[in-house]
Nanobody
């Protein structure tokens, strides 16, 4: 059974930092493309960062470039999203997700426009950025 356990959200002031964690169980996360998605209140879910299974394709949403960093820790089977210089518009729920192995093109590339192709999702963790 493929399963994610997310943590690390919380309340921070603008300019602050958080590190979100996404622990994978039942599979080797390093063999899968992993994406982080953000859903602001009342808004559509949007991909913010992606790390392909091969490492040859990495994606960041323009609004988070230079502020967010996606990474993996093989020993802990965990993906991370380091978020720096947080802004109020970063507020919302953050989800990690992975496509199933049979979606082979997403194992080699980071394309986040098809949310339906990311079958495995964490429960989400809430981030509030407010003064």
């Amino acid at each position: 059974q493929m399963q994610f356990t997310e943590s690390g959200g919380g309340l921070v002031q603008p300019g602050g930092s958080l590190r979100l964690s996404c622990e994978a169980s039942g599979f080797n996360l390093n063999s899968y493309t992993v994406g982080w998605f953000h859903q602001a209140p009342g808004k559509d879910r949007e991909g913010v960062a992606c790390f392909s299974s091969t490492g040859r394709s990495i994606y960041y949403l323009d609004s988070v470039k230079g502020r967010f960093t996606i990474s993996k820790d093989n020993a802990k089977n965990t993906a991370y999203l380091q978020m720096n210089d947080l802004k109020p518009e970063d507020t919302g729920v953050y989800y990690c997700a992975a496509p199933p192995a049979w979606v082979t093109h997403l194992q080699a590339t980071c394309y986040m426009g098809r949310l339906d192709q990311f079958d495995y999702w964490g429960q989400g963790t809430q981030v509030n950025v407010s003064a």
